[in-house]
């Protein structure tokens, strides 16, 4: 079964702190580099931070030095802290594999329904 299940954001003041988690399937996390994305509203879908299956990581400039992914190889799980947020950093936030997982025979990618991340000013 392929799966995905973003939890932990929220309502958070600028300047505040929220840690986002993501349940992965084995088909989507076994040994693949994993990201987190999001998308604000009336734009596109971005990548903000990867991180491969020997932890290497790399983020967006927009996020650099304030958010940081881990993951945990033994529970298929994938993590971002998110600290000194900002306005901008509002969005829904979604995981999946770096690139997106897309089913066999299908045209397009599998996400899961995200999570929201909202920073008031």
Known sequence: QV???ESGGGLVQAGGSLRLSCAASGRIFGGNPMGWY?????????????ISNGGSTN??????????ISRDNAKNMVYL??????????????????????????????????TLVTVSS
């Open 3 to 5: 799966q995905l299940v």
């Open 38 to 50: 999001r998308q604000a509203p009336g734009k596109q879908r971005e990548l903000v931070a990867t």
């Open 81 to 114: 802290e998110m600290n000194s947020l900002k306005p901008e950093d509002t969005a829904a936030y979604y995981c999946n594999k770096d690139p997106p997982y897309r089913p066999l025979r299908d045209a397009m990618d599998y996400w899961g329904k995200g």
């Open 59 to 68: 983020y967006a400039g927009s996020v650099k030095g304030r958010f940081t």
